[in-house]
Each structure stands twice: as C-alpha cells, then as structure tokens.
C-alpha cells in the first residue's frame, strides 16, 4: 500500500526539480510551464498541482513574466500590439497584459519615430511608396496604424525643421 505513495511523491519531486530547472533558465508564464512538464513526460495532473505549488511559494509568478517579457520585447523595438499578442500566446489574459505594457512606461511614439530614424532616411520619407513600407514596418513590428502614421508625420517634420 506504501509503494503507492511513495511513487506519487516520487513523481512529484521529479516534476518539482524539472520545473524548476527550467525556471532557473529563464521566467515562464503558468501555461508555458505546465506545456513545458507535460512535453517532458509529466502528468497533466502532476504538472498542475507543480506549477500550482510554485506559484504559491513565488517562484512562478505570471505578472513577473509578463512585465518581463514586455519590458524586454520594448526595449528589442517591438511596439504594443506585438507584445500584447506575444503575452497571449503565452497565456497571459488581457488585464495582466495591460498591467505589463504599463510598467514599460513606453512613449511608444518616439519608440516608433527612433526606429524609422534608424532604418530609413527622412528625406526618403517623402515617397508615397517608402512612407507605405515604413508604415507596413512598424505595423509589423506592433504598432498601431496611428502611431505608424504620427512617428512619420514627426520624422519629415522634424527634418523639415
């Protein structure tokens, strides 16, 4: 009858030092982890009750990953949105993303207006066709159309000056 506690226990303790191996590599979201267990042979049941252990003693903490992984992706030149969906895809909910774009403390315009400055010139700007692919470039990078537009509008203006 003990054989089946100790194997439980024992599973436990082999899912506890993988998560947190993969813990001291890098910050994962809650989702991320449990994939992460459940890709190495874990229980979906064990992996849960892991993560669910971990987060209560502090060691995994989704609003820490977030902020983050919104920080870094920031400061790397991606705009809101692109975080926004990257904190998605890792099972991050809307408030917690919320949360996190505004601990970057971004002005996501002059982020926008720094990336053009160093990819394209702003005399080059003028041409409807290479103002279309900044644009197109800082959408891709995840800035709202808007931004896009207004980062432009300062970049001719101020060349302009």
Known sequence: MDGGAGRESERLADASRLALALLTRRERSRDELIRAL???GTSPDDAETMVAQLSERGWQDDDRFAGALARTRA?????????????????IDELASADALASCEAD??????A????????DALVDPAVRAKAIAFLVRRGFDLQTARAAIADV??????
């Open 38 to 40: 459940i890709a190495r």
């Open 75 to 91: 400061a790397a030149g991606y705009g809101p949105e692109r975080i926004r969906y990257e904190l998605s895809r890792h099972g």
């Open 156 to 161: 001719m203006q101020s060349d302009s000056d």
């Open 108 to 113: 996501w315009r002059a982020r926008a207006e």
């Open 115 to 122: 990336l053009l400055a160093r990819r394209y010139r702003a």
